[in-house]
């Protein structure tokens, strides 16, 4: 049986999305994860999670796991205001996740399509990409085509930016 949300597993069968899976120990931080990655031929990601200032609003931020993100530029180009890493409480209520499981995969949850989505534009240069099904211990690796048929299923708007 793999492991995370049987739902990410459904909908991947629902849109005719193959992926290959991994399973590995428990890594709360991508740095720890990095060491399982070594021979998965793909860009594996941090997945960010954050408010604005009236925290009415949440982002998703994918780029590259080696990529260092500097947050005040990261709200200049968002021009969102200030903004903050999302509490466990937040995370839990708009993607049914915890910390360390951050994945866009937990769109599946936010049936309000609440969400906004902003990809680091050398995302797209990619061949295929690695996420979390929705818990820190497994990986999958699909087509980056096949990740973009899957967020436009979501309903969740996003955006491609330059992030570094």
């Known amino acids: 049986m793999m492991r995370?949300?049987?739902?990410?597993?459904e909908i991947l069968k629902e849109l005719n999305i193959p992926f290959d899976y991994y399973e590995h120990p428990p890594v709360p931080t991508v740095k720890e994860a990095a060491i399982y990655w070594k021979d998965i031929e793909a860009?594996?990601?941090k997945n960010l999670f954050f408010r604005n200032h009236k925290g009415n609003k949440h982002f998703l931020v994918l780029l590259e796991f080696y990529q260092n993100l500097d947050i005040k530029s990261l709200e200049a180009r968002l021009k969102q205001g200030k903004i903050?890493?999302?509490?466990?409480?937040?995370?839990?209520?708009?993607?049914?996740l915890t910390a360390g499981s951050v994945s866009p995969f937990g769109?599946?949850?936010d049936k309000a399509s609440h969400v906004?989505?902003?990809i680091d534009e050398k995302l797209q240069h990619a061949k295929k990409i690695s996420f979390?099904?929705?818990i820190n211990t497994a990986s999958i690796v699909l087509?980056?085509?096949d990740f973009m048929k899957y967020l436009n299923s979501t309903g969740n708007s996003y955006t491609f930016l330059k992030l570094y």
């Open 116 to 118: 906004h989505v902003f």
């Open 4 to 9: 995370g949300q049987p739902q990410v597993y």
């Open 132 to 134: 979390h099904p929705n």
């Open 43 to 45: 860009a594996h990601c």
């Open 84 to 96: 903050s890493f999302a509490s466990d409480e937040r995370l839990m209520k708009h993607l049914g």
């Open 143 to 145: 087509s980056f085509a």
């Open 107 to 109: 769109l599946i949850n």
